[in-house]
Structures are given as structure tokens and as C-alpha cells.
């Protein structure tokens, strides 16, 4: 089992920035990949970023590219989201997530853990 807690979350203003992280405990030398996911009210769970434990190799929604960058410590078992230009659009609920898949998680379908999330709310 592994455990995610997410903290970071807070209102913002458009065009601030805002770092989430995610803490992991439990087994945490199982996941391959790690990732962020986010759910605004009304709308499905989206994928925004993930990366590769190991390797560090990272893939972003379209959405996201160039303004949010994902990253990890290892030796912290802490995830990272570093969120800039951020937008009214980006308001949601962030989840972390984590796959002991070898595929990068670009669905929900493809996790198997997740953190409770942390509300991000921007304001214009």
C-alpha cells in the first residue's frame, strides 16, 4: 500500500503561482510513475502531469505545458507541482496519484493510489 497525502493547495490570484506537493509513505519503492490529476466541479478527473519515480522522465497534459512542471524528491518520497501563469480555468481539486504500471498514467483508470486532493482556487 501506499499512502499520498497532498498539501499546497490555497485561492490565488490569476497569473500567481502556487506549489503543491505530496507526500508518500508505505511502499513506496513500488510505484513507476507518480502523477497529478485534477477535477474541477462538473467535470470528469484530468490529467495534468506525471513522472517516472525512477528515470524522472515527464509528460504534461496540453493544457499545462510550459506553466506547470512536475518534479520529485526521492530521498523524501515527496512529489512536486510547480504551477505558474495560472489561470480561472485551473481552479479544481488536485489529486497525486500513483501507478505501479509501466504505462504513463494519462487516465485515472491507470492508478492505483490517491491522495484525498487539494483545493486550488484562482481567482481573476
Known amino acids: 500500500q501506499v499512502q499520498l497525502v497532498e498539501s499546497g493547495g490555497e485561492l490565488v490570484q490569476a497569473g500567481g503561482s502556487l506549489r503543491l506537493s505530496c507526500a508518500a509513505s508505505?511502499?513506496?519503492?513500488?510505484?513507476?510513475?507518480m502523477g497529478w490529476f485534477r477535477q474541477a466541479p462538473g467535470k470528469e478527473r484530468e490529467f495534468v502531469a506525471a513522472i517516472n519515480w525512477i528515470g524522472g522522465s515527464t509528460c504534461y497534459a496540453d493544457s499545462v505545458k510550459g506553466r506547470f512542471t512536475i518534479s520529485r524528491a526521492r530521498a523524501k518520497n515527496t512529489l512536486y507541482l510547480q504551477m505558474s501563469s495560472l489561470a480561472p480555468e485551473d481552479t479544481a481539486v488536485y489529486y497525486c496519484?500513483?501507478?505501479?504500471?509501466?504505462?504513463?498514467?494519462?487516465?485515472?483508470?491507470?492508478?492505483?493510489?490517491w491522495g484525498q486532493g487539494t483545493q486550488v482556487t484562482v481567482s481573476s
Open positions: 496519484a500513483a501507478s505501479t504500471g509501466i504505462v504513463v498514467p494519462t487516465s485515472p483508470g491507470r492508478c492505483d493510489y
Open positions: 508505505g511502499r513506496t519503492y513500488g510505484p513507476y510513475y
